[in-house]
T-cell receptor, first 116, second 109 residues
């Protein structure tokens, strides 16, 4: 069965360290997204990609970067982790845009990151 | 600005019916989504509305009024497993999803 997986599921790191969260999907979806979820906030978009070599900034992109070298993977890198980046991170994917667009997002299980 | 409003928390009784409301203000509109998220898990897709009216899917129904910027999710015959957060999200004119903070639904026996 097709799926979307994230790793690591839990990570504790120190302020200033570089951290990479992996996301791998076997749906063959064009679109991939990274969100963070914090109490009291809706899901907030960090970065997204509509295809290989395409990346775009979301509403909370400062301090994060992504690259898309193939269809399956969209790793999220925190260049220099800060305590404000302690959060649960969700990767998601969806089919390409079309006039008849279901918009259904398929989410990974989440990665809980703690920055001390 | 763009905004989605939904109640923070609701409580209902097993076997009853509950309606979770959502109002949205977006730059353009290309559909409204409901997702369910159990504690500690990923959101999962429940429904999608782009035209006015009611969409029924088993015990769950979703309603949309584009003119009022309003949607609701109706859950019937509530079961304990329906205890979860329900996330409302709207697509703006660029197909960017705007998310509400979610409604935590507590089901009591």
């Amino acid at each position: 069965d097709a799926e979307i997986t994230q790793s690591p599921r839990h990570k504790i790191t120190e302020t200033g360290r570089q951290v990479t969260l992996a996301c791998h999907q076997t749906w063959n979806h064009n679109n991939m997204f990274w969100y963070r979820q914090d109490l009291g906030h809706g899901l907030r978009l960090i970065h997204y990609s509509y295809g290989v070599h395409d990346t775009n900034k979301g509403e909370v992109s400062d301090g994060y970067s992504v690259s898309r070298s193939n269809t399956e993977d969209l790793p999220l890198t925190l260049e220099s982790a800060a305590s404000s980046q302690t959060s649960v991170y969700f990767c998601a994917s969806s089919e390409g845009r079309s006039e008849i667009y279901t918009g259904e997002l398929f989410f990974g299980e989440g990665s809980r990151l703690t920055v001390l | 600005g763009q905004n989605i409003d939904q109640p923070t928390e609701m409580t209902a009784t097993e076997g009853a019916i509950v309606q979770i409301n959502c109002t949205y203000q977006t730059s353009g509109f290309n559909g409204l989504f409901w997702y369910q998220q159990h504690a500690g898990e990923a959101p999962t897709f429940l429904s999608y509305n782009v035209l006015d009216g009611l969409e029924e899917k088993g015990r769950f129904s979703s309603f949309l009024s584009r003119s009022k910027g309003y949607s609701y999710l109706l859950l019937k015959e509530l079961q304990m497993k329906d205890s979860a957060s329900y996330l409302c999200a709207a697509h703006d004119s660029n197909y960017q999803l705007i998310w509400g903070a979610g409604t935590k639904l507590i089901i009591k026996p």
